[in-house]
């Protein structure tokens, strides 16, 4: 177990939809990273928060969109979803900066049908 | 833009076997984990090297950083059913990690 949380696990919704992915890190983790997976793109960065701030951003979509709340979860938030949004979306924890041990949670498997 | 290349992508061979999987770039990166993905799983952290050449052993596992801090190679000995997975490296740099796409081992009986 990683110590960090992430709901639901999976998650079957229509292209059009909007869905809301949770994540509560590692205590004592001040930053999360938003991973997606896919079977042929691996593991694309997305966007990571430090202590409430977004610190960097990967290759998010307009569409998508994340927040850290002041007691450190986090949600990363899919709207007008498609078909090719389907994929593994992975939280990741870490203490600090993005060089240090990186904690993954289990994931949400979203499908868009 | 950097990039890490991981080789080869697949690999599958029996149980015993010696076995090398390579992360390559032309970037100098200031560290390197390595990270093994299980199905259903989020990738666990093996590794983390930060001098040139250096090398460190987990159990079966030899992890070597090339001396430019550019790539980095995984040996596994005696492979095992216990082995497969998705084998990830990520390179630390500018205070973000660059991720290879992997390299998807499996270990037959």
């Known amino acids: 177990d990683s110590g960090v949380t992430q709901t639901p696990k999976h998650l079957i919704t229509a292209t059009g939809q909007r869905v809301t992915l949770r994540c509560s890190p590692r205590?004592?983790?001040?930053?999360v990273y938003w991973y997606q997976q896919s079977l042929d793109q691996g593991l694309q960065f997305l966007i990571q928060y430090y202590n409430g701030e977004e610190r960097a951003k990967g290759n998010i979509l307009e569409r998508f969109s994340a927040q850290q709340f002041p007691d450190l979860h986090s949600e990363l938030n899919l709207s007008s979803l498609e078909l090719g949004d389907s994929a593994l979306y992975f939280c990741a924890s870490s203490v600090g900066e993005p060089n240090e041990k990186l904690f993954f949670g289990s994931g949400t498997q979203l499908s868009v049908l | 833009t950097q990039l890490l290349e991981q080789s080869p992508q697949f690999l599958s061979i029996q149980e015993g076997e010696n076995l090398t999987v390579y992360c390559n770039s032309s970037?100098?990166?200031?560290?390197l984990q390595w990270y093994r993905q299980e199905p259903g799983e989020g990738p666990v952290l093996l590794v983390t090297v930060v001098t040139g050449g250096e090398v460190k052993k987990l159990k079966r596992l030899t992890f070597q950083f090339g001396d430019a801090r550019k790539d980095s190679s995984l040996h596994i000995t005696a492979a095992q059913p216990g082995d497969t997975g998705l084998y990830l490296c990520?390179?630390?740099?500018?205070?973000?990690?660059?991720w290879g796409a992997g390299t998807k081992l499996i270990i037959k009986p």
């Open positions: 970037s100098v990166f200031s560290s």
């Open positions: 205590s004592g983790d001040l930053s």
């Open positions: 990520a390179g630390g740099s500018n205070y973000q990690l660059i």
